[in-house]
């Protein structure tokens, strides 16, 4: 009878406790970088979503390559985690190419959708093949759906690398669709015109991507002329000015308007090109042209607010190629050759912008010096540290990509051309005649942000046939480089809110085995399991029958 009693305590304690428990869940993170933590901001996103979240990932599949086995995992664990946080998430895997029969035809409508398949060398067990792979993900919201790429590229990394990338860069990807489709608009963006900026279709692969994010509309300084005054009240109530390539003098007082939009907490990202110097001007019966400075007018305006940028060309042996055609009618051929104005500029700051990104092409780009003044100044991208400047005006010529470079020559080392200006700015008018009276005029911004690019074509995204192509894509080399992720971070940066584009920053540790060394070793091992199992079993035995016989002998 007491230990009927004692039975049914027991039973309905455990029933206590396991429902207890449900009530009370919590998962933990054992991983030292805790890359199954959601940070504050994800949580921030998703915190206030109260109708269902789906999402379909194609990273899957047959003989699925090892690597990207683990991007699956990792993918899987991590929406397992906004799931937990959120019972509306949810997710499902997906093959695509599971009905092989309609494969070709899957792929082509996926591709129709932006989601282009990735063909990958697989090299397992010694052998090398080649497999198609899908690494996206679809998730939809209130009929609203956004793709997620799963895969963050680099120009020139290896299959691992590219995967340890790519995991670093999940949680911001996902978090990021999440604040796309769950978070209205709120801020809103200046596209400055009349001053000579580029055209809409030369910008328009950008604009494009930040119209998923924010309010864009064009404005024009020309109304400065007429009634300043009011052009400032009607600028500030944007968040963002974007200046792309502008190529004609401001007048004092369109600086002053814009300088009394900073102070007032407006936030800037300028493309300037501070020479004048045109790849298209190149392909001429001569095959030269000459850089000379751009007068905008904007030296002291900068100078104010701690940056100067010197018409000086940066010159790198770590350049991207400039494609021309070798040899005359039919029998000319397009090669990529050496051209050191076209710098590839990364940074090894761990910055949210730049953390993680692929190289950025810049064309004609110059050298930028910081001041020293209050304000703090954070270097984006630099050139690699074989740079050379070249003083303006000078001759460009074709010619240069036949000569051999010495490096020798390329001592000036990294060459800053994109920096990030954070805090109070001065006034450029401060203790200075004014161009006009403003009412509430301010000598001192309240805290704001920054960012001064070297090069006008950073943003330039080039024309076929009159259709604007992907910004960063080089149609000649088949590459994408880093430009339009560079600049959306930097836009996101300035304006974020959420503390998304911090994500960018977590670092995330991820082991892979070597592959190379368990093709090798792959007999040894097998026949070790084999036979050390057998080995101990036989010494057991001799060691269990000597004794036995020795027991039983006395």
């Given at each position: 009878m007491?230990?009927?009693?004692?039975?049914?305590?027991?039973?309905?304690?455990?029933i206590?406790?396991n429902?207890?428990?449900?009530?009370?869940?919590?998962?933990?993170?054992?991983?030292?970088?805790?890359?199954?933590?959601?940070?504050?901001?994800?949580?921030?996103?998703?915190?206030?979503?109260?109708?269902?979240?789906?999402?379909?990932?194609?990273?899957?599949?047959?003989?699925?390559?090892?690597?990207?086995?683990?991007?699956?995992?990792?993918?899987?664990?991590?929406?397992?985690?906004?799931?937990?946080?959120?019972?509306?998430?949810?997710?499902?895997?997906?093959?695509?190419?599971?009905?092989?029969?309609?494969?070709?035809?899957?792929?082509?409508?996926?591709?129709?959708?932006?989601?282009?398949?990735?063909?990958?060398?697989?090299?397992?067990?010694?052998?090398?093949?080649?497999?198609?792979?899908f690494?996206?993900?679809?998730?939809?919201?209130?009929?609203?759906?956004?793709?997620?790429?799963?895969?963050?590229?680099?120009?020139?990394?290896?299959?691992?690398?590219?995967v340890?990338?790519?995991v670093?860069?999940?949680?911001?990807?996902?978090?990021?669709?999440?604040?796309?489709?769950?978070?209205?608009?709120?801020?809103?963006?200046?596209?400055?015109?009349?001053?000579?900026?580029?055209?809409?279709?030369?910008?328009?692969d950008?604009?494009?991507?930040?119209?998923?994010?924010?309010?864009?509309a064009?404005?024009?300084?020309?109304?400065?002329?007429?009634n300043?005054?009011?052009?400032?009240?009607?600028?500030?109530?944007?968040?963002?000015?974007?200046?792309?390539?502008?190529?004609?003098?401001?007048?004092?007082?369109?600086?002053?308007?814009?300088?009394?939009?900073?102070?007032?907490?407006?936030?800037?990202?300028?493309?300037?090109?501070?020479?004048?110097?045109?790849?298209?001007?190149?392909?001429?019966?001569?095959?030269?042209?000459?850089?000379?400075?751009?007068?905008?007018n904007?030296?002291?305006?900068f100078?104010?607010?701690?940056?100067?940028?010197?018409r000086?060309?940066?010159?790198?042996l770590?350049?991207?190629?400039?494609?021309?055609?070798?040899?005359?009618?039919s029998?000319?051929?397009?090669?990529?050759?050496?051209?050191?104005?076209?710098?590839?500029?990364?940074?090894?700051?761990?910055?949210?912008?730049?953390?993680?990104?692929?190289l950025?092409?810049?064309?004609?780009?110059?050298?930028?010096?910081?001041?020293?003044?209050?304000?703090?100044?954070?270097?984006?991208?630099?050139?690699?540290?074989?740079?050379?400047?070249?003083?303006?005006?000078?001759?460009?010529?074709?010619?240069?990509?036949?000569?051999?470079?010495?490096?020798a020559?390329?001592?000036?080392?990294?060459?800053?051309?994109?920096?990030?200006?954070?805090?109070?700015?001065?006034?450029v008018?401060?203790?200075?005649?004014?161009?006009?009276?403003?009412?509430?005029?301010?000598?001192?911004?309240?805290?704001?942000?920054?960012?001064?690019?070297?090069?006008?074509?950073?943003?330039?995204?080039?024309?076929?046939?009159?259709?604007?192509?992907?910004?960063?894509?080089?149609?000649?080399?088949?590459?994408?480089?880093?430009?339009?992720?560079?600049?959306?971070?930097?836009?996101?940066?300035?304006?974020?809110?959420?503390?998304?584009?911090?994500?960018?920053?977590?670092?995330?540790?991820?082991?892979?085995?070597?592959?190379?060394?368990?093709?090798?070793?792959?007999?040894?091992?097998?026949?070790?399991?084999?036979l050390?199992?057998?080995?101990?079993?036989?010494?057991?035995?001799?060691?269990?029958?000597?004794?036995?016989?020795?027991?039983?002998?006395?």
């Open positions: 007491k230990n009927s009693k004692q039975i049914i305590i027991l039973i309905i304690s455990l206590a406790i429902y207890l428990s449900s009530l009370a869940f919590k998962r933990f993170d054992l991983t030292h970088d805790k890359r199954y933590t959601l940070s504050q901001a994800s949580l921030n996103v998703i915190k206030d979503v109260n109708s269902p979240i789906v999402i379909d990932v194609f990273l899957t599949g047959d003989d699925f390559p090892s690597e990207f086995r683990r991007l699956q995992r990792e993918t899987k664990q991590l929406l397992e985690e906004f799931e937990a946080n959120n019972n509306h998430i949810s997710f499902h895997f997906i093959n695509p190419l599971e009905d092989e029969a309609n494969s070709d035809k899957t792929i082509q409508q996926l591709s129709q959708r932006g989601l282009t398949p990735m063909q990958l060398s697989v090299q397992e067990n010694g052998k090398t093949s080649q497999e198609v792979i690494p996206w993900a679809l998730a939809s919201y209130n009929g609203k759906t956004v793709t997620v790429s799963l895969v963050k590229n680099k120009i020139g990394v290896s299959q691992q690398e590219l340890t990338n790519s670093q860069h999940l949680e911001y990807a996902f978090a990021d669709a999440f604040s796309k489709l769950t978070k209205p608009k709120r801020r809103k963006i200046a596209i400055l015109k009349g001053n000579g900026e580029l055209d809409d279709i030369h910008i328009f950008f604009v494009k991507k930040l119209g998923e994010y924010y309010k864009i064009p404005f024009t300084l020309d109304s400065v002329a007429n300043a005054p009011k052009t400032l009240k009607e600028l500030n109530q944007f968040d963002l000015i974007i200046s792309a390539k502008p190529t004609e003098a401001f007048t004092e007082k369109e600086k002053l308007v814009l300088d009394q939009y900073t102070m007032n907490g407006g936030k800037s990202l300028w493309l300037i090109d501070d020479v004048i110097a045109e790849k298209d001007s190149l392909y001429n019966d001569y095959g030269k042209t000459y850089a000379a400075g751009r007068d905008l904007l030296t002291d305006f100078f104010k607010y701690g940056v100067r940028i010197n000086l060309l940066v010159s790198t770590y350049s991207a190629p400039i494609t021309l055609a070798i040899g005359e009618g029998n000319s051929q397009f090669q990529n050759l050496r051209w050191p104005y076209s710098p590839l500029a990364s940074s090894n700051s761990r910055h949210p912008i730049v953390n993680n990104i692929n950025v092409i810049f064309d004609f780009a110059t050298q930028i010096d910081t001041l020293k003044n209050s304000v703090k100044k954070t270097i984006l991208l630099e050139s690699a540290p074989l740079t050379k400047l070249e003083g303006t005006p000078r001759e460009i010529s074709l010619d240069i990509v036949t000569k051999e470079q010495n490096p020559l390329f001592n000036k080392g990294n060459q800053t051309l994109a920096v990030l200006l954070e805090g109070k700015f001065t006034s008018y401060h203790n200075r005649i004014k161009p006009f009276k403003i009412a509430d005029e301010k000598d001192e911004s309240v805290p704001t942000k920054m960012i001064i690019i070297s090069d006008g074509d950073i943003i330039k995204n080039d024309v076929v046939r009159n259709k604007p192509q992907e910004l960063g894509f080089d149609r000649w080399t088949g590459k994408t480089y880093g430009n339009k992720e560079f600049l959306l971070n930097a836009v996101n940066y300035l304006l974020d809110d959420d503390g998304l584009i911090n994500i960018r920053s977590k670092e995330i540790e991820v082991a892979f085995l070597d592959q190379q060394k368990i093709a090798d070793q792959k007999t040894t091992w097998q026949l070790l399991n084999i050390l199992p057998l080995v101990l079993l036989l010494i057991f035995g001799f060691i269990f029958n000597y004794i036995r016989k020795k027991k039983f002998t006395h």
